[in-house]
């Protein structure tokens, strides 16, 4: 089955810790998205790629970090320097190509982090 | 600039009561498109549907509708004979036409819980 898949699911860490957060999809999509989510609230672009090796920075990039060494691949990784990192974080694919900005995106499960 | 409005926080119906959710955007762009996705509590974001902003028919799916106006700047969503299985947050979105940015806005969404 093609999906998107992000583990964990629920994520402790203490504060001072970097974590990282995997995302994979097996739908041969270019493009990739990290969204964080607060309780009551919208999603937040935090990171997005359009092409392996390439990343740019969304409207909350701070204290976060992303690479894209593979198609399938979008690891994000969540820095000391996120002042409040508890949130729920969502990964997403699009076709992209062309059609990279306006084509819909698919999201995963995501992933719920808890700084204790 | 772009922005989604959701005015219903929440919204509580008995269960076979048709419920409309409402989704207000602001855009100077001539093309856009707009989206309605669905949040259960497993907390995926589940894609319903997506309109490009040259497309003012309506449109129906099984027990959904979805209302397109250019003229008042809505995109509402209806559930005809809501079922408790509708229970989830659902949030209107909004993409700009030319590519560059890639960013989608969401608005607040709207919480529907559907009582048997």
């Known amino acids: 089955d093609g999906g998107i898949t992000q583990s964990p699911k629920y994520l402790f860490r203490k504060e001072g810790q970097n974590v990282t957060l995997s995302c994979e999809q097996n739908?041969?999509?270019?493009?990739m998205y990290w969204y964080r989510q607060d309780p009551g609230q919208g999603l937040r672009l935090i990171y997005y790629?359009?092409?392996?090796?390439?990343?740019q920075k969304g409207d909350i990039a701070e204290g976060y970090s992303v690479s894209r060494e593979k198609k399938e691949s979008f690891p994000l990784t969540v820095t000391s320097a996120q002042k409040n990192p508890t949130a729920f974080y969502l990964c997403?694919?699009?076709?992209?190509?062309?059609?990279?900005?306006?084509?819909?995106?698919?999201f995963g499960p995501g992933t719920r982090l808890t700084v204790l | 600039a772009q922005k989604v409005t959701q005015a219903q926080t929440e919204i509580s119906v008995v269960e076979k009561e048709d419920v409309t959710l409402d989704c207000v955007y602001e855009?100077?762009?001539?093309?856009?498109?707009l989206f309605w996705y669905k949040q259960p509590p497993s907390g995926e974001l589940v894609f319903l549907i997506r309109r490009n902003s040259f497309d003012e028919q309506n449109e129906i799916s099984g027990r959904y509708s979805w209302n397109f106006q250019k003229s008042t700047s809505s995109f509402n969503f209806t559930i005809t004979a809501s079922q408790v299985v509708d229970s989830a947050v659902y949030f209107c979105a909004l993409i700009k036409g030319d590519s560059s940015a890639s960013k989608i806005i969401f608005g607040s969404g709207t919480r529907l819980s559907i009582r048997p």
């Open positions: 739908l041969n999509h270019d493009a």
């Open positions: 855009t100077r762009d001539t093309t856009y498109y």
């Open positions: 997403a694919s699009s076709i992209g190509g062309l059609l990279i900005g306006t084509d819909t995106q698919y």
């Open positions: 790629s359009q092409i392996v090796n390439d990343f």
